[in-house]
């Protein structure tokens, strides 16, 4: 045999060997991930929007108490910084029950409406005019019972309980606005459902029933 029938030969052998150990690529293949479905669909898509508007509501709430400083209303600055740290843990809550049902929290970016004086940003937040997400969440806590997602259901009632006691907030700052510039107004928010409360924190959360050291202080 000459020296290129032998190498021929060697070359087959060697390709049928190969092509014993090898299996067929199609029948190794990962098998492409199938998309999961999203629990409680409805409810998921409320999440969102509840986590969209949110976001930017924090984002408002943080310039008013940057304003509020600027003009001297020590105290109004320190309950814009409360009710921003309770719509943070109310974003931080939403992102976790969107992950739950399958899905993953946006990227937002904040649109801020304009900032006025101290007064009339009181006066918009106290209207609920901020994000525009009160009148939502009756709705949004209705469509989760539906769907029987009681973690979602306590966290829009949650947010329900807080967004009052803003307003009870704002309206008394308006009410005695000139009192409101001395420093030393302290803020407690309950870190389990973001409820705030003027003052020391209570033994117990008038909401989730979460103990005193749950609660974050403002100033």
Known sequence: MNRCRLHACVFLILLAGFAGVC???????????????????ATFDNLLTA?????????QYDAFAVKADAEGYKGVAALFRATAASQDILI?????????????????????????????NLASA?????????????????????EKNTPAVYAFKGAMAAEKEYIKCFQQALADLNNWKAEGKTFAV??????????????????????????????
């Open 23 to 41: 299996p067929a690529a199609d029948a190794t293949a990962p098998k492409a991930a199938e998309k999961t479905a999203i629990k409680a669909p």
């Open 126 to 146: 106290a209207a609920a005019a901020i994000g525009g997400k009160n009148p939502l969440y009756p709705g949004f806590a209705q469509q989760a019972e539906a």
């Open 190 to 219: 309950c870190e389990v459902c973001a409820f705030l409360v003027m003052g020391a924190p209570p033994a117990t959360c008038p909401v989730c029933a979460a103990p005193r050291e749950k609660f974050r202080i403002v100033k």
């Open 92 to 120: 931080q809550k939403r992102a976790g029950l969107i992950a739950k049902l399958g899905g993953n929290a946006p990227k937002v970016q904040p649109a801020i409406a304009d900032v006025k004086s101290t007064q009339e």
């Open 51 to 59: 986590y969209k508007l949110e976001v930017t509501a924090k984002a």
